[in-house]
């Protein structure tokens, strides 16, 4: 079995592994089947490079990826957050194979390249980011797809929240994804949560973990919106849920605000 097959099948069980249990989690109304993200992460310098990282994004990146079928593609810049200046590049596939290989795939096409030139052939002593990070995802049964903000459209005010909940054991982690599907969707959409995405981590650095993305008009939407979501009776049900306190199932918790680029897709 040649490399790409062994590591997409082998994602494809992890993932089957973590949402295949019937007990674990509410049963999905949706027939749709779970999509895949990438959540990339360019750590970069202040500085003429950080626009050639912009340009390469919005002028040879999305289009291309696009073009794969990969759409819609979200870019972000970190606002609130650890390492700025950072651009995060959230990627949607419904194909594993496809997302997995996509820079393979992108190697050869021309029209990527051509677009790539003075990103790729930036020199060493100029490089057009610090590093690059990472993280592959699996959408969660019961969101399986991604919802773009319903003001992306028309480039309405926007901002996004990251988060993502680590727990000590796979036991714990599994139960927090089946608490988001025994009655939170439900709490955020009441609280009036524009509800992006939400993902089980296959592969990156801490884990057991998950992460979703919320959106809010701006921050004192946000405050409003998190208030409401705290005080609400099913909320306050769900969480002193004998099954979902008796030990702690998040450990630790990263919160970042992020703003969306002006080529964002989200």
């Known amino acids: 079995m040649d490399r790409r097959k062994f590591l997409t099948s082998s994602l494809a069980v992890s993932a089957l592994g973590i949402s295949g249990n019937p007990h674990s989690m ?9 999509e895949y993200y990438e959540l990339r992460r360019y750590h970069l310098q202040s500085g003429p490079q950080t626009t050639l990282t912009e340009n390469y994004l919005a002028n040879a990146l999305i289009p291309a990826l696009n073009r794969l079928g ?3 593609v979200g870019a972000f810049n970190l606002k609130l957050g650890p390492q700025t200046p950072t651009i995060y590049l959230l990627i949607p596939s419904a194909n594993l194979e496809a997302l997995v290989t996509a820079e393979i795939t992108l190697a050869q096409d021309q029209t990527f390249r051509k677009a790539a030139e003075a990103f790729w ?4 002593s100029q490089p057009p980011f610090v590093r690059t990070e990472s993280s592959l995802f699996r959408a ?8 773009v903000p319903p003001v992306t459209a028309q480039h309405g005010k926007r ?3 990251l988060r993502t909940y680590e727990s000590p054991t796979n036991q714990a982690h599994v139960r927090k994804v089946e608490m ?16 992006v995405f939400y993902g089980d981590c296959l592969v990156g ?13 701006d921050l004192s939407e946000m405050d409003a919106k998190w208030n409401a979501f705290s005080s609400d009776p099913d909320w306050k049900k769900l969480s002193n849920s004998p099954r979902y306190n008796f030990e702690p199932i998040v450990s ?14 989200i």
Not at 180 to 195: D, L, N, V
Not at 205 to 217: E, G, N, Q
């Open 252 to 265: 630790n918790i990263s919160n970042l605000i992020l703003t969306p680029t002006s080529f964002s897709q």
């Open 121 to 124: 052939s930036a020199p060493a």
């Open 205 to 217: 650095p801490r884990m057991p973990k998950l992460t979703y993305m919320l959106s809010f008009p």
């Open 70 to 72: 990969m759409s819609p």
């Open 140 to 147: 969660f049964e019961g969101k399986p797809k991604l919802t």
């Open 180 to 195: 988001f599907h025994h009655g939170e969707f439900e709490i955020f959409q009441k609280a009036g949560f524009w509800q």
């Open 26 to 34: 509410a049963e999905s109304s949706s027939t749709q089947a779970p």
């Open 159 to 161: 901002v996004f929240q």
